[in-house]
């Protein structure tokens, strides 16, 4: 269950916290010429490996075409219609584009008068106040984060839930049904899967509060955060200039909402980047403190918060560009479906059909998945081979049975989601009174640049959950000497759920066994 080495293990090869794995290389290395007690790592400092190769680079070299190019459009599109319609006479093109592939009728005659609201700067103010709800809300969860921790959580899972169906309701009023419907579907699943997981929370609230715990005693990591959002702010202010521009089109409105769904994926994708940066640099800080024992410990490198932010800007880099494309869509469907799997019951054939699906899940898991960046941060080796790596460690130690019971990243999930709609519908009230015909294009996109900010202060916490969980496989002494009690806990913990585990594989074989005595 623990992957702890003997005496004599321990004096020939260095701590397995810090092990070199096959085909990547350490960020931290120690001192071998010393022995130390089983389990636990050296005294002596690490040392920065100064050949970390350069992983993934075909991915780093298209994510970066992909900023320049729809840099680029944003900007022009933005500028189209900033004090004067069609200043580049672009609406020809996308009319002529849309025609082509039936989704816009021909182009209509020029207009005689201009209309001066179909202008990028009347929408621009706009995700203007969707970006500054959004920022009010990210800093103000990290603030409160800290000393009502387990509060912020309820808030999250069962605010969700109420605000979903109050948007419902909202958009019942205002006659727009489809959304009605859609905001109604996602209370009632919301509902279904707070059922599902409720056994789960304890544990989960328990994880959660002693990563926050981890978060707070790295104060520079916080500022990280913050550095990262005025990023993000910055090509979001480009990216709501473009955006303006295409609801100021006066292309058909289905052409409009095509350009939305391109230009909002790779917002996703740029925002995704950002926020597994964030995660690859407290990883690696979170790493460090669990191995030296403390942030004050004597045996610390100089300057570890610089080295691992270059190592995440540079060799990395990627890498995290790589797994930002497919780790958030796999994760939430594999939420979804274990959320369902333990309700099933007893009916044989959905219970055969989620097992497909879910085996099909797993299988991309393990070559997708957010425990990867740990082990990018730690010995940077290219996302899939850290990805499975994480997950052969988790099966090898158990420890996958505590990270399937775990519900703390669906949790930090409701909190983006919910920072999403606050932002949104805070920018929806403005745009309804100014704009009420553009009420639901502009709050869609107002809810994903709120979902974004949130994001990036949430994703700290799930960095530290995430470390924790890897350290716990590779070396649980490093989480013992941290959080005695916690330790204590989370062998437990694990202890239970690979009871369980073995439980239920013994019952349903026992109920298969008499159709294959048949056989």
Not at 21 to 32: A, F, L, R
Not at 50 to 73: A, E, K, M, N, Y
Not at 172 to 199: E, K, M, N, R, T
């Amino acid at each position: 269950m623990r992957n702890l080495r003997d005496a004599d293990a321990d004096a020939a090869v260095s701590s397995p916290a810090i092990q070199e794995h096959e085909g990547g290389s350490s960020q931290y290395q120690t001192d071998t010429s010393s022995t130390s007690s089983p389990g636990v790592p050296h005294n002596t400092g690490p040392t920065v490996n100064p050949t970390r190769q350069w992983r993934d680079v075909f991915w780093l070299l298209i994510f970066v075409l992909h900023l320049l190019v729809f840099g680029s459009g944003l900007g022009l599109l933005g500028a189209n219609r900033f004090k004067k319609a069609d200043r580049l006479n672009i609406d020809r093109f996308t009319n002529i584009t849309l025609s082509a592939s039936g989704l816009a009728p021909p182009p209509p005659p020029p207009l005689v008068t201009e209309d001066p609201s179909r202008h990028t700067e009347t929408f621009w103010p706009f995700y203007g106040a969707a970006a500054g709800i959004g920022l009010v809300v990210a800093w103000s969860w990290l603030a409160l984060l800290g000393r009502h921790a387990e509060l912020m959580m309820r808030v999250s899972v069962h605010g969700l839930t109420t605000y979903l169906a109050v948007v419902s309701v909202f958009c019942f009023w205002d006659h727009h049904f489809f959304w009605g419907i859609g905001f109604a579907v996602g209370a009632a699943l919301q509902f279904v899967y707070l059922l599902s997981v409720f056994d789960r929370f304890p544990f989960t609230m328990l994880v959660l509060q002693k990563s926050v715990k981890m978060v707070w005693s790295l104060p520079e990591v916080v500022w990280v955060v913050y550095t990262f959002t005025v990023v993000m702010l910055c090509w979001l202010l480009l990216w709501s200039f473009g955006v303006a521009g295409i609801v100021a089109l006066s292309i058909d409105v289905n052409g409009r909402w095509w350009l939305l769904v391109v230009f909002s994926v790779s917002l996703f994708w740029t925002a995704a980047v950002l926020c597994n940066t964030v995660h690859v640099i407290v990883s690696g800080m979170v790493f460090l403190v669990l191995l030296h024992g403390g942030r004050g410990a004597s045996t610390m490198p100089p300057k570890p918060l610089l080295k691992t932010l270059w190592h995440a800007l540079t060799t990395n880099f990627g890498s995290i560009c790589y797994g930002s494309l497919f780790t958030a869509a796999i994760r939430t469907v594999r939420w979804m479906i274990r959320g369902v799997r333990s309700r099933i019951g007893n009916n044989e054939c959905l219970l055969c059909c989620i097992d497909f699906l879910f085996h099909l899940v797993e299988t991309l898991v393990r070559f997708f998945n957010k425990y990867a960046y740990v082990l990018i941060a730690v010995h940077g080796k290219s996302f899939n081979r850290s990805a499975r790596d994480a997950w052969e460690l988790f099966q090898s130690t158990g420890v996958e049975a505590l990270v399937a019971y775990d519900c703390s990243g669906a949790v930090l999930l409701m909190t983006v989601v919910l920072g999403g709609l606050i932002a949104g519908t805070g920018t929806g009230i403005w745009v309804w009174y100014k704009r009420s015909d553009k009420v639901i294009m502009v709050c869609t996109t107002a809810m994903l640049v709120g979902m974004i900010l949130v994001g990036l202060a949430v994703v700290v916490v799930e960095s530290a959950v995430t470390s924790i969980y890897i350290c716990f496989a590779e070396d649980p002494a490093l989480i013992e000497r941290w959080d005695l009690e916690f330790f204590g806990q989370l062998s437990e913990a694990l202890h239970q759920r690979l009871q369980y585990r073995s439980a239920r594989a013994r019952q349903t074989f026992n109920n298969r066994l008499p159709d294959l005595t048949t056989i």
